[in-house]
């Protein structure tokens, strides 16, 4: 079993800002801007979508799993070796168009994560496919659970109160539901008993939908440690696996949680 007291700090750094509407290579090169700033975090996190806004033109603007935005992807994690993720439009190996989170390290290799909950309201479950595994990922030892958008509203997906270190959200979720967000965030810390990061864009889309921002991350009790509202840059925070670690030894609520099985 790990001993989280023995792992290092975990330094995050989140990127909220505006995204050009369907231009991949004017947002790869607006982050790359930014990312320089991001320079010694150990994972940055870029929005849902984030080269082309959220998006249900999937046939007209997915890459290929090894696309150039992926590539784009690799190559930044490798210049500041760091991890750095977020999601885009992939049209998977299958043939199927996916809302797909990258996990690039900067050893060149690459993960993923297919978001489960397409958000019907928009249509976007007509549009892409929806994921069928979790994932469960590791930057220096801590294990990080990322999730989109829309999979926020569904706990149990986010259930895992034993071992994952950091939920983490990257979204392109609407001022018009932000009091939503800014509730189900804390819960999911609570619940799971974990530090949460969550990253939103800010601005207005190409159908004239407004974001907010509200990114923000928030400890195991749900208290905030980054709230930058709805500013546009770079927001850095470290995390504590010590910290952690004494607050599940002090309330140890996952030995109490319910048994269950999910179903796919």
């Given at each position: 079993m790990r001993d989280l007291k023995q792992?290092?700090?975990?330094?995050?750094?989140?990127?909220?800002?505006?995204?050009?509407?369907?231009?991949?290579?004017?947002?790869?090169?607006?982050?790359?801007?930014?990312?320089?700033?991001a320079r010694g975090a150990d994972l940055i996190v870029?929005?849902?979508?984030?080269?082309?806004?959220?998006?249900?033109?999937s046939a007209a603007l997915a890459e290929p799993e090894d696309g150039p935005t992926s590539q784009w992807m690799l190559g930044q994690a490798q210049a500041l070796q760091a991890v750095v993720t977020g999601s885009l439009i992939i049209q998977a190996a299958d043939g199927s168009y996916r809302n797909?989170?990258?996990?690039?390290?900067?050893?060149?290799?690459?993960?993923?994560?297919?978001?489960?909950?397409?958000?019907?309201?928009?249509?976007?479950?007509?549009?892409?496919?929806?994921?069928?595994?979790?994932?469960?990922?590791?930057?220096?030892?801590?294990?990080?659970?990322?999730?989109?958008?829309?999979?926020?509203?569904?706990?149990?997906?986010?259930?895992?109160?034993?071992?994952?270190?950091?939920?983490?959200?990257?979204?392109?979720?609407?001022?018009?539901r932000r009091h939503h967000w800014n509730r189900l965030l804390p819960a999911r810390a609570i619940e799971n008993l974990c530090y949460v990061a969550a990253v939103n864009r800010i601005g207005e889309d190409g159908k004239g939908y407004a974001y907010s921002g509200d990114s923000q991350v928030l400890d195991f009790q749900g208290e905030s440690l980054l709230e930058p509202?709805?500013?546009?840059?770079?927001?850095?925070?470290?995390?504590?696996?010590?910290?952690?670690a004494a607050y599940r030894e002090r309330f140890p609520a996952y030995l109490d949680a319910d048994d269950f099985a999910m179903r796919c």
């Open positions: 792992l290092p700090d975990l330094e995050l750094a989140l990127i909220q800002t505006t995204l050009a509407w369907q231009a991949p290579k004017a947002n790869r090169a607006h982050f790359a801007s930014l990312l320089e700033q870029l929005p849902e979508m984030f080269s082309t806004g959220f998006s249900m033109d797909r989170l990258l996990w690039a390290r900067p050893d060149g290799s690459v993960a993923h994560y297919d978001k489960r909950h397409l958000f019907r309201m928009a249509g976007e479950h007509k549009h892409y496919s929806a994921g069928e595994q979790q994932a469960l990922l590791e930057v220096k030892g801590w294990q990080v659970r990322p999730l989109i958008c829309y999979d926020l509203r569904f706990p149990v997906w986010s259930r895992d109160a034993e071992n994952t270190d950091l939920l983490l959200y990257t979204a392109n979720w609407p001022a018009a509202g709805d500013a546009d840059g770079v927001f850095r925070v470290t995390l504590s696996a010590a910290e952690l």
